[in-house]
């Protein structure tokens, strides 16, 4: 019936990417985007300039990345702003990470923290074939080490301070509870929130429940246990557990000054593929190879930086002067790039439409508006007029032509949706 409109074009936007930055793939696909988190480089930092001006140091491959505002924290379960996530991402691993699929072609969720994927206890099979199930256990590696930032003071640690086991993880699940922690509470992905509330963990916040009886559980040093409210499939738990936000905290570090705990690099330790060794507000974080995370394989990059920098043009320049391996497009500035080789096209999620009154009379007019006196064209409600108007418009002269920096679309739906988010597929396949 085109209620929605006559679809037009997807908005998209621009970067653009480094020379010696190669990427994995040439068209974004959702998800993973260009996948840059997995690139590699022709050249070392020799050949380029860092945030300081001078030459980077040769045989290292840094990612010279960019954002608008310093750290709010480090601790992941306080964080409230895509600056921190963007950051924290790389310097804190997750029990589940994403990774492309064998072509390419979108995603898989696998182990990366957790030895393997969730188990269900005393679950059942669904009419679809599915198997869900109310408790979960995940195994953790067995390879899992923290690292501190240089200088650290470890001499009133546990003797096994440098282990991480499900010890770690219970014990900041009850304190993040405790505390009442906005991820642990809120946020969508906390143990509240009724798509994957944990038994007795509200209660538990009330104060009517001791966190023994809380859905949280340790089975062995390896093994944790999550009982929910609701039945789960294994992909609601991987996806649930993909973010870094369900990592621990370090135990003596919290305990030996709660509030100083997150407010400083130097004042957490480290289990993500890097590490902080460097942060000067409103210039850089600098972050660095961490050498016991367990999967050294998985990234090709030596490090990471973020210069900070708020303005947008600034930022731009940074780009130009060669100190940075991708930057957004300021939209005018589009028009003089799009020749540009190392210029990439990022599809939108949305979609400009063509809008009408389609109700055809004053009658439907006022059943569906009654205060309104508009008197609504009665072509715009016939059928043949609307499908017209969907055949006639020349989208890819408006999209490409005209504007210029768009992509013409026939759908009401462009193709960075998922229609099925556990395989991948985008919603026009």
């Not at 009517?208 to 040093?221: A, H, N, Q, W």
């Not at 294994?234 to 570090?253: A, G, I, Q």
């Not at 942060?279 to 190879?289: M, N, P, Q, S, T």
Request: charged content about 25%.
């Amino acid at each position: 019936r085109m209620w929605g409109g006559v679809p037009l074009y997807v908005s998209s936007s621009f970067a653009l990417y480094s020379e010696r930055l190669q990427l994995p793939i040439e068209e974004t696909i959702p998800v993973m985007g260009f996948g840059s988190e997995f690139g590699t480089m022709s050249a070392d930092d020799s050949s380029v300039l860092m945030e300081n001006g001078q030459p980077g140091e040769a045989g290292k491959y840094t990612y010279r990345d960019v954002t608008t505002t310093n750290p709010g924290t480090f601790n992941q379960w306080l964080y409230d702003s895509s600056t921190d996530s963007d950051m924290m991402t790389h310097y804190f691993d997750a029990l589940y990470y994403y990774a492309f699929n064998a072509d390419k072609t979108g995603y898989e969720v696998l182990p990366s923290m957790a030895a393997s994927f969730p188990t269900p206890i005393e679950g059942r099979e669904t009419e679809s074939g599915k198997q869900v199930s109310r408790t979960w256990q995940v195994e953790l590696r067995d390879d899992l080490v923290w690292t501190y930032f240089d200088g650290t003071d470890t001499s009133g640690f546990a003797a096994d301070h440098e282990v991480i086991d499900a010890n770690d993880f219970l014990f900041t699940f009850e304190t993040g509870l405790a505390e009442g922690w906005f991820r642990a509470i809120s946020g969508g992905g906390d143990f509240l929130t009724e798509a994957q509330a944990i038994v007795n963990a509200q209660e538990f916040v009330d104060g009517t429940k001791e966190f023994s009886e809380v859905g949280l559980r340790m089975i062995d040093e390896t093994t944790l246990e999550f009982e929910f409210l609701n039945e789960q499939s294994e992909w609601n738990v991987k996806y649930w557990l993909s973010s870094f936000v369900m990592t621990p905290v370090h135990e003596d570090l919290y305990n030996a000054d709660p509030v100083a705990y997150g407010t400083a690099p130097e004042t957490i330790a480290y289990h993500g593929a890097y590490m902080v060794t460097y942060y000067e507000a409103d210039k850089v974080l600098r972050l660095v190879e961490n050498p016991n995370f367990h999967s050294p394989e998985r990234y090709f990059y030596t490090g990471r930086n973020f210069s900070i920098i708020i303005d947008t043009e600034i930022r731009f320049q940074e780009f130009l002067d060669g100190k940075l391996e991708a930057i957004g497009v300021p939209s005018s500035k589009v028009t003089t790039y799009l020749n540009d080789p190392r210029l990439k096209k990022i599809v939108g999620s949305s979609v400009r439409r063509l809008n009408y009154n389609g109700l055809g009379t004053v009658e439907a007019q006022k059943e569906v508006f009654p205060d309104s006196d508009y008197v609504p064209e009665p072509l715009l409600a016939n059928q043949n007029f609307k499908m017209a108007m969907f055949h006639v418009i020349d989208r890819e002269k408006l999209a490409l032509d005209i504007i210029k920096t768009q992509v013409p679309v026939m759908y009401l739906f462009s193709e960075a949706y998922l229609v099925d988010a556990e395989l991948g597929i985008p919603y026009r396949n």
